[in-house]
T-cell receptor, first 114, second 113 residues
Framework: AQSVAQPEDQVNVAEGNPLTVKCTYS??????LFWYVQYPNRGLQFLLK??????LVKGSYGFEAEFNKSQTSFHLKKPSALVSDSALYFC????????????FGTGTRLQVTL | SQTIHQWPATLVQPVGSPLSLECTVE??????LYWYRQAAGRGLQLLFY??????ISSEVPQNLSASRPQDRQFILSSKKLLLSDSGFYLC????????????FGPGTRLLVL
């Protein structure tokens, strides 16, 4: 069975500093990996995904994520955080070649302060 | 472009009352459809998914049911709500072929009193 771990409940960053939100996964075979963001009382918004190819994936709002197969990680990064990036971030995984059932992590709350 | 709608946005219901939440998708055909519940603003639990009209798979046995009467319509129902049914319900869609990405609706906040 597949699983996702987001080891940090909350990440605090000052505006202008780089941010990293961590994600590790476990899946049989090759993974499809995703990051979503959720603002209060809203649905999840798709940020980026890794399917195949370049390990560094660029997504919306200046976010990027690096797929590391040996460490089974897919950490979300941004070079310079904004206060408006404050939200709940979810990592998700599913194995390739199956129906699209995703397994989500428990989420990491990102708080960006001035 | 594709859009996904959910209604109502917010619902307050007494224990024991019935429930019907609706999700519709525009701009695509034969999507895969999903119902999730998010409790306490955190983890998502997949409740049901559907790959076509009348085809429903249940992930978690509980007080809820789902139906797909039309290609782009997905309904979540209950005959008698429990307090534990309170939560944030999210509908999502993905393309049926090559549809690895799921796109979420705005959600319905359900409070059972």
């Amino acid at each position: 069975a597949q699983s996702v771990a987001q080891p940090e409940d909350q990440v605090n960053v000052a505006e202008g500093n780089p941010l990293t939100v961590k994600c590790t996964y476990s899946v049989s075979g090759n993974p499809y990996l995703f990051w979503y963001v959720q603002y209060p009382n809203r649905g999840l918004q798709f940020l980026l995904k890794y399917i195949t190819g370049d390990n560094l994936v660029k997504g919306s709002y200046g976010f990027e994520a690096e797929f590391n197969k040996s460490q089974t990680s897919f950490h979300l990064k941004k070079p310079s955080a904004l206060v408006s990036d404050s939200a709940l971030y979810f990592c998700a995984v599913r194995p390739t070649g199956t129906a699209s059932k995703l397994t989500f992590g428990t989420g990491t709350r990102l708080q960006v302060t001035l | 472009s594709q859009t996904i709608h959910q209604w109502p946005a917010t619902l307050v219901q007494p224990v024991g009352s019935p429930l019907s939440l609706e999700c519709t998708v525009e701009g695509t055909s034969n999507p895969n459809l999903y119902w999730y519940r998010q409790a306490a603003g955190r983890g998502l639990q997949l409740l049901f998914y559907s790959v076509g009209i009348g085809q429903i798979s249940s992930e978690v046995p509980q007080n809820l049911s789902a139906s797909r009467p039309q290609d782009r319509q997905f309904i979540l129902s209950s005959k008698k709500l429990l307090l534990s049914d309170s939560g944030f319900y999210l509908c999502a869609w993905s393309r049926s072929r090559g549809g690895e990405t799921q796109y979420f609706g705005p959600g319905t906040r359900l409070l059972v009193l």
